[in-house]
């Protein structure tokens, strides 16, 4: 049994760096013909310039492709303050491009596999989807939303032959979060509170999206699926000196 994407096309939000650029990897690796759409550019990939906060921009990307199998609604900021420090700028421009983009990314998605009654959606959702991680209201707001669209969306389009499903990443290394990976002090706290002792990579979250995207994932629609070493599992930390070590930046058994 191997996830098999041949002659299906896939477009992947974000997908010049982190999560989707490895998701577009995973795609291509799975068969599919891959394109990127994000703000920044990558060489890697037939790459469509999308800005998914203007309406105008994800509209001329489903315009350019025709035929779309798979959408992965992926690019998204992160950005922290406290509560009283949220300024309507900072909380604008998270919404616009972690709520708004994934509604908008999907609705486009959404008319254009309609016509054909199928397709596969996956959305970037988070851990932060069900926590409330200090100084993050506006992102955990927009990754609780994004749960609201895949719900009412997957209610919608079942019907159509199309699935939606989302990974819900814990801490993974990204450029969002190389400052945490690249700080020893920060890691060993950090993943002193993960069963698995260490936070994840990008490729163990696109291993899930390339599935979900696929016919293996058939009886799946609806879905958020946490992928986060048992982060959201865990309580209070369980990795401690006494009976283990911490090296570079994860925690090993003594
Ligand atoms: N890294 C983590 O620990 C983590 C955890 C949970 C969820 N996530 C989510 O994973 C997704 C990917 O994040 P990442 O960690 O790979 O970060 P990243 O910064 O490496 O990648 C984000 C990508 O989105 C693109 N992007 C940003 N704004 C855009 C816009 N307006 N239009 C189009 N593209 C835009 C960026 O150019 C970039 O290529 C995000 O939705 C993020 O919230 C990340």
Redesign the pocket.
Known sequence: MRIDLTGQTAVV?????????ETARALRDCGARVVV????ETKEFPFLQ????SAQSVKGLFTELSNVDIVVA?????GEASLEEHTASHWNKIV???LT?VFRTVQAAARRMKTRRRGAIVL?????SFDGERLLTA?NAT?HGVLGILRTAANELGPYGIRINAV??????????REGFDNPDFMREYARHLPLGRG?E?EEVARVIAFLASPLASYMTGAAVVIDGGQLAAKFGLWNEDNANFVTDHWELK
């Open positions: 939000t974000g997908g010049a760096h982190g999560i989707g650029l759409a994000d703000i920044e999308v800005d998914v906060t992926n690019a998204g900021i992160g616009a491009v972690n983009g970037t959702a988070s851990t932060n992102y990754k819900c990443p814990g801490f993974i290394r990204t450029r969002l979060t994840g990008p």
